[in-house]
């Protein structure tokens, strides 16, 4: 906290101008993001009609008990759970994969780095469209390559098959994601001390203690916050999944927000679907708390501050 | 023990891998754009694009609203760039250097935001938007956009102030500068690859969005680009590699512009999240 | 008229006193040093003045306005920045302009385009254009006032921070450690040129530094400051020849003061079993005291007295003109062993000395630059002349 104290110390102006600084994002983040949710969670105690969205008569907790009663959403939790974790793994995994990569220098690499970036810039509606297509059972370029291979997969209608089609969305993801952790994790490799890793080096060290004790302790603290990052957009990840699969088959890739979804929009139940909006966002505001109490746990291990 | 030269070759192998599995999909899009109707449900797969086919990126124009959709898009993002930056600049400088009560609070707002999900505010949104007559409008799309943005290029904009010496301010002050003139004649410049890199991200976020495009827009000639292609998704009677030629023509301009800006964007994220 | 008038004033961090009732007034033209180690308020004093803190008591009054409520701006003061603080995104030119177009700047300048023509219009008039040019000419800037400042050398960098401090002509310049930054050679070059700007320009000058040389050669004044609080305030021959305690005797002088112990029994002060000649007043009552002698105010010899201090050599260092000798007194100690130095009284000798470990001296303090401290209080014990 010495950065905060020397800032008050140092550029103490009039105390009303923070205030004035803040106060446009401040109002406009009241309007569009707030009081919307703030609308949402009255709405989840409500029973409101998407075709009489002004008609919400109060009923408590009736929609929190029907969708813990109906059994439907531990398939939606559990779901959302296998997605989120296995999008965390992934996309962090090949992403600190490709950033080792591109961290050794070789001929192209700043053109290799631009590249990898490629995926990231796609909009999520192309990307729906072209992997629906690469999946697409006939005629798709995967099945066909998997069927060159002797693969058994080969032929399968991955979206429509409920064991293949989160694996299917999953692969999706993680090519779309894995390019910011990549250099996000890049970024942080260059504030690896090059004399630590020498020093392992002159110790006798291989790659994988060097990685150990020179790189992985530089790097943890960001993989730690892109864990959080990865977490919490793919609890409110729609597009993609929406578009590909629409959470189908029979539930496979039903996540949290395309529940919520359909039950606003296909069964126009706004009420249920608000009280979804809200279990969600508890869980991401606990992922959150989990997060800083891991970092200060982490912190307070590393004898910091 | 493996030579360092066969070790070498791994790693252009691996990078080579990497860079196939990031840029294929991309790639199958334009090869599958340029495959004759014909070819594409063949036995074998066409790997390599049919340059006599280049037409078909002529008559999509005239067959799809393309153009109107491009148009569309791009105001939706222009906007949303404007706006986010006007709106992000001077709390990202409060917020990297002031100390004041409500500092934790606007924190916390602008990260929480992270955790909303477009389709959980969609409804509100409607309502709220019909109030302000702003439904089916260019300018409520922007507005509806900006909410996601402003949050995530504050901390960027932060990040990239936290890094300019509290000296420079200091000697600013003491040449006679008040609190906005520091902030204008000073810090905008100073940070102006990171706000660049704010920018694309900004114009990215207009140009990819779906939701609300999808949602808080109904008529025609008003469509986004991500809304119009997204109704091909699933739908039949339009020719694949017409919708494929529509995708190229959606994500190319991102991308190439993307490559540009891949430099001051990487720098000027990574300056507000690795030190956060 | 004093150019500048501190009166009272302190300055708390939370619960911490980082600056303890400072009075201090100074004459235009002077040349203030603040002195001390790091930690010891001299930035914080420096940047009160500036306006950069804010003070928590007393006032502050430059050119007979009283400023400690004024924004830094309107102090008419210029302050150059231990890192110089040049703006990386103007060329040394408009850095140095930039105090001038502050001082015509109105809000719409910030707008697009018209903004900036009209910041040309300050930059190209005749005023400027002719200042900048004459600044430039004093610190020979001239060549360069086209480039950037990342593309300048630690001491051109450091002449265009004072270059733009010296076109404001105000009435105070304010500088923290500007030589810091600088490799040794430098410093010694650049510490004469900004007492030649001194003398040519004009003004009153506030420096801090925690370098003694620095604080002597260039100050008219010097304030050596210890936790908040001033320990001496004068001249530099002052506070060498005359030092109001024993901090400020072991702060300045290389090496520093020996401070020997002694007793004084009401007529007499004894080291050991030696009596000295001391002058103090009668009375004063019987305590422990301190004889503070420095270096070079002791003479060496190889054959040993009764009348004399006697002790063996325990250290020799040459260093170029005067070789150091540590001389470790078979019948008396000194008070700096504390703080991690000899036990031993430091001699300079002129030359190459040849004398080596071990051998037995006698040594003489001349009484006329012996200086009493109360070893209780460290405070000097004032002799009778």
């Given amino acids: 906290m010495k950065r905060a104290q020397l800032a008050r110390e140092r550029l103490d102006g009039h105390p009303w101008t923070p205030y004035l600084f803040a106060a446009p994002v401040g109002i406009y983040l009241l309007l569009f993001q707030f009081y919307p949710l703030i609308q949402q969670f009255y709405m989840s105690f409500t029973a409101t009609d998407l075709l009489t969205p002004t008609v919400n008569p109060f009923v408590g907790m009736e929609n929190y008990s029907f969708l813990i009663e109906d059994g439907e959403l531990w398939k939606v939790l559990s779901v959302t759970a296998i997605y989120t974790v296995a999008c965390v793994v992934f996309a962090i995994g090949v992403g600190l994969g490709s950033a080792l990569l591109l961290d050794s220098p070789f001929i192209g690499r700043s053109l290799a780095r631009a590249l990898i970036t490629i995926p990231w810039a796609a909009p999520s509606v192309a990307v729906a469209l072209i992997f629906t297509w690469i999946f697409n059972s006939q005629y798709g370029i995967f099945n066909r390559a998997l069927t060159e291979l002797g693969l058994q997969l080969g032929g399968e209608n991955w979206l429509d098959n409920a064991s293949l089609a989160l694996p299917a969305i999953l692969l999706t993801t993680v090519w779309q994601i894995f390019p910011f952790s990549s250099?996000?994790?890049?970024?942080?490799?260059?504030?690896?001390?090059?004399?630590?890793?020498?020093?392992?080096?002159?110790?006798?060290?291989?790659?994988?203690?060097?990685?150990?004790?020179?790189?992985?302790?530089?790097?943890?603290?960001?993989?730690?916050?892109?864990?959080?990052?990865?977490?919490?957009?793919?609890?409110?990840?729609?597009?993609?999944?929406?578009?590909?699969?629409?959470?189908?088959?029979?539930?496979?890739?039903?996540?949290?927000?395309?529940?919520?979804?359909?039950?606003?929009?296909?069964?126009?139940?706004?009420?249920?679907?608000?009280?979804?909006?809200?279990?969600?966002?508890?869980?991401?505001?606990?992922?959150?708390?989990i997060y800083f109490k891991v970092t200060q746990m982490t912190e307070q291990a590393q004898g910091k501050r | 023990m493996r030579t360092s030269r066969q070790l070498e070759h791994m790693r252009v192998l691996a990078v080579l891998l990497m860079l196939g599995f990031a840029a294929f999909p991309i790639y199958w899009m334009f090869v599958t754009s340029m495959?004759?109707?014909?070819?594409?449900?063949?036995?074998?797969?066409?790997?390599?694009?049919?340059?006599?086919?280049?037409?078909?990126?002529?008559e999509i124009f005239n067959t799809i609203p393309v153009a109107t959709w491009l148009k569309n898009s791009f105001l939706v993002a222009a906007g949303?760039?404007?706006?986010?930056?006007l709106l992000a600049v001077f709390p990202a400088y409060a917020l990297s250097r002031f100390r004041f009560a409500g500092l934790a609070v606007l924190g916390f707002a602008l990260f929480a935001t992270q955790m909303l999900p477009e389709a959980m505010l969609v409804v509100p949104l409607y309502s709220i938007f019909g109030d302000l007559n702003l439904l089916n409008t260019i300018p409520g799309l922007v507005l509806a956009n900006t909410a996601f943005v402003v949050p995530v290029i504050t901390w960027i904009i932060k990040g990239a102030i936290d890094s300019i010496p509290f000296e420079i301010e200091e000697a600013a002050r003491v040449d006679g500068c008040s609190r906005l003139d520091i902030v204008l004649g000073i810090v905008i410049p100073l940070v102006a690859p990171t706000l660049a890199a704010a920018a694309v991200i900004s114009f990215f976020h207009g140009w990819n969005e779906y939701v609300f495009a999808q949602t808080l827009v109904s008529s025609e000639n008003l469509r986004t680009a991500s809304v119009g292609l997204a109704s091909f998704v699933g739908e039949l009677s339009t020719p694949i590699h017409s919708v494929m030629a529509v995708g190229v023509i959606y994500t190319l301009p991102a991308i190439i512009f993307y490559l540009f800006a891949q430099r001051y964007v990487v720098a000027g994220m990574t300056a507000g999240s690795v030190k956060g | 008229?004093?150019?500048?008038?501190?009166?009272?004033?302190?300055?708390?961090?939370?619960?911490?006193?980082?600056?303890?009732?400072?009075?201090?007034?100074?004459?235009?033209?002077?040349?203030?040093?603040?002195?001390?180690?790091?930690?010891?308020?001299?930035?914080?004093?420096?940047?009160?003045?500036?306006?950069?803190?804010?003070?928590?008591?007393?006032?502050?009054?430059?050119?007979?306005?009283?400023?400690?409520?004024?924004?830094?701006?309107?102090?008419?003061?210029?302050?150059?920045?231990?890192?110089?603080?040049?703006?990386?995104?103007?060329?040394?030119?408009?850095?140095?302009?930039?105090?001038?177009?502050?001082?015509?700047?109105?809000?719409?300048?910030?707008?697009?385009?018209?903004?900036?023509?009209?910041?040309r219009r300050i930059e190209n008039s005749?005023?400027?254009?002719?200042?900048?040019?004459?600044?430039?000419?004093?610190?020979?800037?001239?060549?360069?006032?086209?480039?950037?400042?990342?593309?300048?050398?630690?001491?051109?960098?450091?002449?265009?921070?004072?270059?733009?401090?010296?076109?404001?002509?105000?009435?105070?310049?304010?500088?923290?450690?500007?030589?810091?930054?600088?490799?040794?050679?430098?410093?010694?070059?650049?510490?004469?040129?900004?007492?030649?700007?001194?003398?040519?320009?004009?003004?009153?000058?506030?420096?801090?530094?925690?370098?003694?040389?620095?604080a002597m050669t260039m100050g008219t004044k010097i304030a050596l400051m210890r936790d908040g609080i001033i320990q001496q305030f004068g001249t530099a021959r002052d506070i060498y020849t005359d030092p109001a305690n024993t901090y400020v005797a072991r702060f300045i002088g290389t090496p520093p003061m020996n401070l020997i112990m002694a007793k004084w029994d009401g007529a007499r002060m004894m080291v050991g079993s030696l009596a000295i000649a001391a002058n103090l007043s009668p009375t004063l009552a019987a305590s422990d005291v301190l004889l503070g002698v420095r270096p070079n105010a002791i003479t060496l010899a190889t054959d040993l007295s009764n009348d004399s201090l006697n002790g063996e050599v325990v250290m020799v260092?040459?260093?170029?003109?005067?070789?150091?000798?540590?001389?470790?007194?078979?019948?008396?100690?000194?008070?700096?062993?504390?703080?991690?130095?000899?036990?031993a009284v430091m001699v300079t000798v002129p030359g190459y000395c040849m004398l080596s470990m071990g051998q037995a001296v006698s040594i003489t303090i001349d009484p006329h630059q012996m200086i009493l401290f109360s070893a209780a209080t460290g405070e000097r014990i004032r002799r009778l002349t």
Wanted: glycine fraction near 8%.
């Fill in chain 2, 80 to 85: 949303t760039t404007v706006l986010s930056i």
């Fill in chain 2, 35 to 58: 495959t004759p109707s014909s070819e594409l449900f063949a036995s074998s797969p066409r790997l390599l694009p049919a340059w006599s086919q280049l037409s078909i990126y002529a």
């Fill in chain 3, 1 to 119: 008229m004093s150019a500048i008038e501190i009166n009272n004033v302190s300055k708390k961090f939370g619960a911490k006193e980082v600056i303890r009732d400072i009075n201090v007034s100074i004459d235009e033209g002077d040349f203030l040093v603040l002195l001390g180690p790091s930690g010891c308020g001299k930035s914080t004093l420096l940047r009160m003045l500036a306006g950069l803190e804010s003070i928590s008591s007393g006032e502050i009054v430059i050119g007979g306005k009283r400023v400690d409520q004024l924004p830094p701006g309107d102090r008419d003061i210029a302050f150059v920045f231990q890192s110089y603080a040049l703006y990386p995104h103007l060329s040394v030119r408009r850095n140095m302009a930039f105090p001038l177009l502050m001082q015509e700047f109105r809000l719409w300048y910030h707008l697009p385009i018209i903004g900036a023509m009209a910041k």
């Fill in chain 3, 126 to 214: 005749p005023r400027v254009v002719e200042k900048i040019a004459k600044m430039s000419k004093i610190l020979g800037l001239t060549d360069m006032l086209d480039r950037f400042p990342r593309t300048l050398s630690g001491g051109q960098r450091q002449r265009v921070a004072l270059g733009r401090a010296m076109v404001r002509e105000p009435e105070v310049f304010l500088m923290d450690e500007p030589l810091s930054n600088l490799d040794a050679k430098l410093r010694t070059s650049m510490r004469s040129e900004i007492s030649r700007l001194h003398k040519e320009i004009g003004g009153t000058f506030v420096y801090v530094t925690h370098d003694q040389v620095e």
């Fill in chain 1, 183 to 289: 250099v996000v994790i890049l970024a942080a490799l260059q504030g690896v001390p090059q004399e630590l890793k020498e020093a392992a080096v002159i110790d006798g060290a291989d790659r994988l203690n060097i990685f150990k004790t020179a790189t992985w302790p530089t790097i943890q603290p960001t993989v730690l916050m892109l864990t959080l990052f990865v977490t919490i957009w793919s609890l409110r990840r729609f597009d993609l999944i929406w578009l590909m699969t629409q959470g189908g088959p029979i539930g496979a890739t039903n996540t949290m927000v395309i529940e919520l979804y359909r039950q606003g929009f296909v069964y126009r139940d706004l009420g249920t679907a608000a009280s979804i909006g809200m279990i969600g966002l508890s869980i991401a505001l606990l992922v959150t708390v």
């Fill in chain 3, 317 to 343: 260092e040459h260093v170029g003109a005067d070789s150091i000798i540590a001389v470790r007194l078979k019948d008396g100690r000194t008070a700096h062993n504390d703080d991690g130095d000899l036990d």
